[in-house]
């Protein structure tokens, strides 16, 4: 390696870590100019500063879909201003981005390691954005779509087309001579706005609902009542929690009157309308 470039990935790691030039040139003859080996170096090594920009929180950012021959991919690219997500570097960064996780089918180890079109990889050209920008970017999560099934997105608030704040995909099981596309839109909306958590009571982890169950009783005995009462009413509390995030039981919104399954089951002829799997994306959720 040149001593331009040791002397440019030492300037990469102070920016990135907040570390003295001493420690950074140390990291780096250590790492052999590997700058996430280099970030991971000074960590173990225990010098305080050396997350500075790494843990930091990145709590904004972008979603974004892609969407091709019935097939969608969604990834979630974090900031941590709202400034830098509108930032066009950062914007056609995410882009290229999207387009390389739909090609990588969601894995996001092999998005890392691909090429982007100024022939470094992602991990690099990260690392470089990081450096330029100032920030903590992540590549926080991805899901792909195949074509076993009809695909619908939708995003809501986009700042372009399938690039916002919150993304929504639903996958619906294909059924013969029958037209979805209206119905997989409006359920793509739906998910957006409504959050389920599974598809139904029996697709919700059992620590989700132990966890809520555990909640639910606390705050109805904070709330004065004791014995059998305590569980009668977190029994009608939790089957209200249920049917409040699981998509065929929530109320449409579309029409207040009816659930998803009640949709679903009047646009269903000789087959019925299934939905096969969905997800949601909200910038920052859970961070």
Known sequence: MSNKQNLENIKKLREITGVGFKDCKLAIDENNG????????????GIAKATKK?????????????KKNNMISAIEINSETDFVAKNKEFISFCKEISDINFQNKADIKKINSSKMKNNKTVEESLIELISKIGEKITIRRSKFFDNQGLNFSYVHNSIEKDIGKVASVIKLKKIENTDLNDLGNKLAMHIAASSPLAIDEKDIKKDVLEKELEIIKEEVKNSGKKGDMVDKISSGKLKKFISDNTLLNQIWIMDTKKKVRDVLKAHSTKEKIEVLDFLRFKVGEGI
Request: one cysteine or more; hydrophobic letters at 45%; a positive charge.
């Open 54 to 66: 790494m843990g930091r929180v990145a709590a904004d950012g972008l979603v974004l879909i892609c």
């Open 34 to 45: 590997d700058i996430e080996k280099s970030v991971e170096y000074l960590r173990k090594k």
